[in-house]
Every structure is written in structure tokens, then in C-alpha cells.
């Protein structure tokens, strides 16, 4: 049997009470909650940052190809899904899907109120499947088939309540152009994403109205919105698409054209670093701490095991065996409380936000389990590193005046 093993068990806290017991469950207790904390941290950040990337690449995918314009114009210049990239683009496995899309500038009235919107032009490709997250009322657009267009559309719920309308309700949408046109359309869905740059001006409506308002033809379109398989490869693929695409079209990335809350998602992960690093600091310095009043409790023990002949290896190795004992213990309940928190957040949303100010109205979780080990693996080895500072000292005791001390 392992000596320093062996007496690192009879000294832990199971066996011993009064102050060394107390000092061993603070040990535990500290560790486990700086882990849990960071547990519940990575969950809450990684949740927050995808349900808000996801809205936003719902409405407008990873990545839009449209053709290159020279003016400032509201209008779109269109191009046609006869393209070389529209017809080619499976060819590249990292493409998930490809939809084509248009805009228009109109203006919505109500039964008293009026006002600027953008009708966005969907087909049958559109990928509702991501969308429907978004949606909280009706249902999905019902398509026409041939030329005719379908007058169904859906509003945001902000545009809804501003307008006093309800599901079923018909609208007169005036449409910027020379001459002025107008279509009474029906409102079969609300969506809601709590974000300004979609819920104070988007409608969604069929692309074939829009076709029929700029006479063009029916491969036209105003633009592509390309689907990555993996989001997290935007920056990845964004070079070799570009060669890919015809000559007169352009690349915009969806994170370059929504650079505030991509920018503002990416300054959550520095705040959350600064975090990470201060309360591995403090469960290093509880560590250290903890093992030099152990370390100091049990002079008189260090002293009379090396009047017995015991090496200083051998004394150090009792004392850090027993700090990874405090410190699987403290891991082991620290994963137990930050992951218990997630699993009850995710299966009854009891946390709740401001959706005005957060953008949902609950505290998402995301389970990324590669970040999950990876604390676990900072933490044990940071902490277990600085088990062999206060260790250091025992060296230095003096077996006759520790004996004699006691």
C-alpha cells in the first residue's frame, strides 16, 4: 500500500472533525462553486450568443450574394437563379442550403395608423424550419404556384401592435415605386425576434409580388442568402465563395452587415475571460491557503514522521494527496450544481429576462460539452499545480523543535 496515500485518507475530513474538518469542507465548498459558477457562465454565454446568431442568420443566412450597384437606390438591381453560382453551388459541401430573396420599400397602413416598412420576398425554399423559432402566431406563408402571387403576409409583433392588427386581419401595403401600386394583403403569422433591425421594418411576403411590382422575369430574384452547414466557418469560406460566384456579383457577410451585435456578442466573451481568470485565481489562492493551515496544523505530525525516517517526498506527497481529494470532491459538486442548474433552465425556463433589454425573455443554455471538459481540465490542473507550493515548506521542518513545539 502507498504510505503517503494511506495517511492522506486517515487525515482527511471523513476522519477527523473539529477545525481540520471545517477547513476541509471550506476547501471543497470553494472549489466546487468557483467551477459551478463558470459552469453556469460558459452555459448561459454560449446559449445567449447562439439563440441571437440564430435569429439573425434565420432571417438572412451566413452569407448574401447579390449584384453589384453603383447608386444608393431602394431598389433592388436583380439577378437571376440562372446564375453560374445559383446552379452550381452543391458542388461545395459546405453550403447547407441557398435561397433567393428581394426587397421593397412600402408603406403599411392600418385602420388608423401608417407606416415604413420593408416587404422581404420569400419562395417556397425559404428555410422556414429556422425560422419558425421565430414565429409565435400563425403559420407560414402558402405559396401560389405559376405567376400568380399569394397576398399573405407576416408581420412582426412590435409592427402588429403598433397597427392594432391580429391574425386575419387585411392590410393595404403602398409600394414604393413610379407610379405608386398597392395590394391588400392578409396577416397569416407574427414573428418575433427583439431585434430593432428586424421587428421594426421587416414583413415577410412572397417574392413573386415583388416580381410582379418590378416586372421582371420569373427567374429573377434580388439576391441569394447562402446556409453554412457550420456557422462557426463563416470567416473560414468566405475567400474561396468569393472566387466561386459569378463576376457581377458581390459577397456581404451577414456578421460585416450586422457588425454591431456580432461585435457586441464577441465583447460577452471578453467579459467572460476577465471572469474565468479571476476566480481560477481565487480557488488557486483558497488552495494554497487551505493546504498551509493543514500544513501548519500537522507540524508536530511532519516532525515526528521524519523522526520515524519518512522522506520529505514522502510527507509532501501526503499532503497533496489529500488536496486532490479536496479537490475531486469540490469538482464533483461543482459539476453536479452548474450542470443541475442548466438541465432545470432548459426544461422550465424559470429564470426569465427583460426582453426589451436581452433580446429573449428567458435565460438560454447551450450544452457545449468540449468547453464543459475543458474547465473541468483548467481547473484540476491549476489547482493541483499550486498543491506543491506550500508542499515546498515541509523540507524545511525541523523534526526535534516541532516535536518539541508540540
Known amino acids: 500500500m502507498n504510505l503517503s496515500y494511506f495517511i492522506a485518507k486517515r487525515i482527511s475530513f471523513k476522519k477527523t472533525g473539529g477545525f481540520t474538518g471545517t477547513i476541509h469542507r471550506i476547501a471543497v465548498a470553494s472549489i466546487a462553486l468557483g467551477l459551478s459558477i463558470m459552469i453556469i457562465s460558459f452555459l448561459i454565454l454560449e446559449g445567449f450568443q447562439t439563440v441571437i446568431s440564430d435569429k439573425v442568420f434565420s432571417f438572412t443566412g451566413h452569407y448574401q450574394v447579390n449584384r453589384f450597384v453603383m447608386s444608393q437606390a431602394l431598389d433592388e438591381s436583380p ?18 442550403h441557398v435561397q433567393g430573396y428581394a426587397n421593397k420599400p412600402a408603406l403599411i397602413k392600418g385602420e388608423e395608423e401608417v407606416e415604413g416598412v420593408m416587404m422581404k420576398g420569400v419562395g417556397p425554399e425559404f428555410d422556414s424550419v429556422s425560422f419558425k423559432n421565430s414565429l409565435v402566431e400563425g403559420r407560414f406563408i402558402q405559396f401560389s404556384e405559376g405567376r400568380s402571387a399569394s397576398n399573405e403576409i407576416i408581420l412582426s409583433s412590435k409592427i402588429a401592435r403598433k397597427m392594432l392588427l391580429e391574425l386575419g386581419d387585411q392590410v393595404t401595403m403602398y409600394f414604393v415605386q413610379d407610379p405608386p401600386r398597392f395590394r391588400r394583403l ?6 418575433e425576434t427583439f431585434l430593432e433591425d428586424f421587428d421594426d421594418k421587416i414583413v415577410l411576403g412572397d417574392i413573386q409580388l415583388i416580381r410582379i411590382l418590378n416586372d421582371w422575369d420569373k427567374d429573377q430574384v434580388g439576391g441569394f442568402e447562402v446556409f453554412l452547414n457550420d456557422p462557426a466557418q463563416i470567416d473560414r469560406f468566405q475567400a474561396e465563395l468569393y472566387d466561386f460566384i459569378d463576376y457581377d456579383l458581390r459577397l456581404v457577410k451577414v456578421t460585416d452587415k450586422f457588425i454591431q451585435i456580432f461585435d457586441w456578442l464577441e465583447l460577452l466573451n471578453n467579459n467572460v475571460y476577465v471572469f474565468l481568470a479571476l476566480i481560477l485565481f481565487v480557488a488557486a489562492f483558497n488552495m494554497v491557503s487551505i493546504l498551509f493551515i493543514l500544513i501548519m496544523e500537522r507540524t508536530s505530525m511532519i516532525g515526528l514522521l521524519k523522526a520515524l525516517g519518512a522522506t520529505n517526498k514522502q510527507i509532501r506527497n501526503i499532503f497533496i494527496w489529500n488536496g486532490i481529494r479536496i479537490i475531486g470532491r469540490g469538482l464533483f459538486l461543482g459539476n453536479l450544481i452548474g450542470l443541475g442548474f442548466g438541465f432545470i433552465q432548459e426544461q422550465t425556463r424559470w429564470v426569465s429576462l ?35 507550493l506550500p508542499a515546498m515548506i515541509i523540507s524545511n521542518v525541523n523534526p526535534i523543535k516541532s516535536i518539541k513545539f508540540n
Open 354 to 388: 427583460n426582453a426589451e433589454n436581452y433580446y429573449m425573455s428567458y435565460v438560454p443554455v447551450f450544452w457545449d460539452w468540449p468547453t464543459i471538459i475543458g474547465l473541468n481540465v483548467l481547473v484540476l490542473g491549476v489547482t493541483t499545480v499550486v498543491l506543491f
Open 186 to 191: 392578409t396577416v397569416v403569422g407574427i414573428y
Open 79 to 96: 439577378t437571376s437563379t440562372e446564375s453560374n453560382f445559383y446552379t452550381n453551388f452543391e458542388q461545395l459541401e459546405y453550403i447547407r
